[in-house]
């Protein structure tokens, strides 16, 4: 994936996130790869969010159904506009017929659910012969290349690091922190065929993310996060969206390996 084609991607949802560096960075990727596709015909958002996200990158689909565990996400989904409906439902139990979709979009979703392969049955039972799944996951270099911890384990501070990241996992929710291979190996297990894989978030890109990341959602002393005080710290600068974009653009030159990553897109289909 071409540097230019992930600033691009900035550029579009930095409008969405402008004071929120970890989400518009990872974000960024995810639409970079994604504007290699195009979704028609009746689509699933499998953990569709507020759908915010979904008409940034897909502003034509109009036969959109949702699913969402949280009842008060769901309720944000549907009055986006963006969807048909919207199932307050677990992605293994989605309550529309069998081949009823065209495709399904599953955005940084697959890797919080317990059962995949419930899961990915579901899809498969879901889709249409023909038929295919869009979704962007994180792989287990999510893990290995955390390194807030790493440098708190190096100063000594050993059980801060366990604890810290723990939380970290635990807020996430990384019930699948797969290899690329065994991503592939799941899909194939539920049927489905890996048609195109995309890697995003090389290993310098990776390493800060996760330290952002993992810096915004520290636990405050006296209840919420870092990032709740760091936020209007930002918001209050509107020089910061473009001035980050230039930071962005120094860590894209600082990436040598675009393959070894720590989240993938994957284009995955079934039989028809």
Same mark, same amino acid.
Request: include cysteine.
């Given at each position: 994936?071409?540097?230019?084609?992930?600033?691009?991607?900035?550029?579009a949802?930095?409008?969405?996130?402008?004071?929120?560096?970890?989400?518009?960075? %990872?974000?960024? %990727?995810?639409?970079?790869?994604?504007?290699?596709?195009?979704?028609?015909?009746?689509? #699933?958002?499998?953990?569709?969010?507020?759908?915010?996200?979904?008409?940034?990158?897909?502003?034509?689909a109009?036969?959109?159904?949702?699913?969402?565990?949280?009842?008060?996400?769901?309720? #944000?989904?549907?009055?986006?506009?963006?969807?048909? =409906?919207?199932?307050?439902?677990?992605?293994?139990?989605?309550?529309?017929?069998?081949?009823s979709?065209?495709?399904?979009?599953?955005?940084?979703?697959?890797?919080?659910?317990?059962?995949?392969?419930?899961?990915?049955?579901?899809?498969?039972?879901?889709?249409?012969?023909?038929?295919?799944?869009?979704?962007?996951?994180?792989? =287990?270099? *999510?893990?290995?290349?955390?390194? $807030?911890?790493?440098?708190?384990?190096?100063?000594?501070?050993d059980?801060?690091?366990?604890?810290?990241?723990?939380?970290? #996992?635990?807020?996430?929710?990384?019930?699948?922190? $797969?290899?690329?291979d065994?991503?592939?190996?799941?899909?194939?297990?539920?049927?489905?065929?890996?048609?195109?894989?995309?890697?995003?978030?090389p290993?310098?890109? /990776?390493?800060?993310?996760?330290?952002?990341?993992?810096? %915004?959602?520290?636990?405050?002393?006296?209840?919420?996060?870092?990032?709740?005080e760091?936020?209007?710290?930002?918001? /209050?600068?509107q020089?910061?969206?473009?001035?980050?974009?230039?930071? *962005?653009?120094g860590?894209?030159?600082?990436?040598?390996? %675009?393959?070894?990553?720590?989240?993938?897109?994957?284009?995955?289909?079934?039989?028809?």
């Open positions: 994936m071409a540097a230019d084609s992930v600033l691009q991607g900035y550029d949802v930095s409008l969405l996130y402008p004071h929120i560096p970890p989400l518009s960075h %990872w974000r960024a %990727w995810e639409y970079a790869a994604y504007q290699n596709y195009r979704l028609q015909g009746r689509i #699933l958002d499998l953990g569709c969010g507020d759908g915010q996200y979904f008409r940034l990158i897909w502003p034509d109009i036969d959109v159904v949702g699913v969402d565990m949280s009842q008060e996400v769901a309720e #944000l989904g549907r009055y986006s506009g963006v969807y048909r =409906d919207v199932h307050v439902a677990p992605a293994q139990h989605v309550p529309e017929p069998d081949a979709f065209d495709h399904v979009f599953a955005n940084c979703s697959l890797e919080h659910m317990d059962d995949l392969d419930a899961v990915l049955a579901e899809i498969y039972r879901c889709l249409k012969p023909g038929g295919t799944m869009l979704c962007s996951v994180v792989t =287990d270099r *999510f893990v290995q290349w955390s390194l $807030l911890p790493k440098l708190l384990a190096a100063a000594g501070f059980d801060v690091a366990k604890t810290l990241q723990k939380d970290f #996992l635990d807020f996430h929710h990384l019930a699948n922190p $797969l290899s690329v065994a991503w592939l190996n799941a899909f194939e297990q539920a049927g489905l065929v890996a048609d195109e894989h995309i890697p995003i978030l290993k310098f890109n /990776s390493s800060i993310w996760l330290m952002m990341d993992g810096l %915004w959602h520290l636990k405050r002393v006296g209840g919420g996060e870092v990032g709740d760091v936020f209007p710290f930002l918001a /209050s600068n020089n910061f969206p473009d001035a980050f974009r230039k930071v *962005f653009a860590l894209l030159e600082m990436e040598n390996d %675009w393959q070894d990553c720590s989240g993938a897109v994957f284009l995955v289909s079934k039989p028809g």
